[in-house]
């Protein structure tokens, strides 16, 4: 069965630099929620878009943005890198309410390092 | 605002013995439960749910999980640990909707020989 697919899966970036994480959910999943997972921490929910619009807003830091395309893959931007946005990026994906399963799908999750 | 409260950071458990990973919820509603594992550097693996009915859930890798309403808990049971379950295991919980996982602090498991 198809899982949720990010890319790249890694990246090394410097300080002040940007990085852009791309998310593919499963078919038909019309919900997508991104968490940033720092060293020896839970993963701490960034935002979600659920039909190409924000759902919700958890704690993304200004200099990052996210979208939902048309084909329902989402990008994170992040800018002006810091060493401490060095973290495992998840992304997740759902059937919003309508699935009436509950259950998110996480992807392997794309791993920053900002030198 | 709905959390997780996981109060043990770290549990070491022998190999062969029986396990037992502590999680408290706070919510106004039956909220879905989940717990899920992590191996470190890797992704988040699902062991169980809980949405409704049965308050015991079986999940994968020989675990279950029973959710007691009374107590706003859903703690995660093995019945014999394998050096394989050494891992970080995160509780996490959701309401209906489009509302984020919310996930405890996790706790991670050392299997001793």
């Known amino acids: 069965a198809a899982g949720v697919i990010q890319s790249p899966r890694h990246l090394i970036k410097e300080k002040r630099e940007t990085a852009t994480l791309k998310c593919y959910p499963i078919p038909r999943h019309d919900t997508v929620y991104w968490y940033q997972q720092g060293p020896g921490q839970d993963p701490q929910f960034l935002i979600s878009f659920y039909e190409k619009m924000q759902s919700d807003k958890g704690s993304i830091p200004d200099r990052f943005s996210a979208q939902q395309f048309s084909d329902y893959h989402s990008e994170l931007n992040m800018s002006s890198l810091e060493l401490g946005d060095s973290a495992l990026y998840f992304c997740?994906?759902?059937?919003?309410?309508?699935?009436?399963?509950?259950?998110?799908?996480f992807g392997e999750g794309s791993r920053l390092t900002v030198l | 605002a709905q959390s997780v409260t996981q109060p043990d950071i770290h549990i070491t458990v022998s190999e062969g013995a029986s396990l037992e990973l502590r999680c408290n919820y706070s919510y106004g509603a039956t909220p879905y439960l989940f717990w899920y594992v992590q191996s470190p550097g890797q992704g988040l693996q699902l062991l169980l749910k809980?949405?409704?009915?049965?308050?015991l859930v079986q999940g994968i890798k020989g675990f279950e999980a029973e959710f007691k309403r009374s107590q706003s808990s859903f703690n995660l049971r093995k019945p014999s640990v394998h050096w394989s379950d050494a891992a970080e295991y995160f509780c996490?919980?959701?309401?209906?909707?489009?509302?984020?996982?919310?996930f405890g602090t996790g706790t991670r498991l050392l299997v001793s020989p």
């Open positions: 996490a919980v959701r309401n209906t909707g489009f509302q984020k996982l919310v």
């Open positions: 809980y949405f409704s009915g049965d308050t």
């Open positions: 997740a994906s759902s059937l919003g309410d309508r699935g009436q399963t509950g259950e998110l799908f």
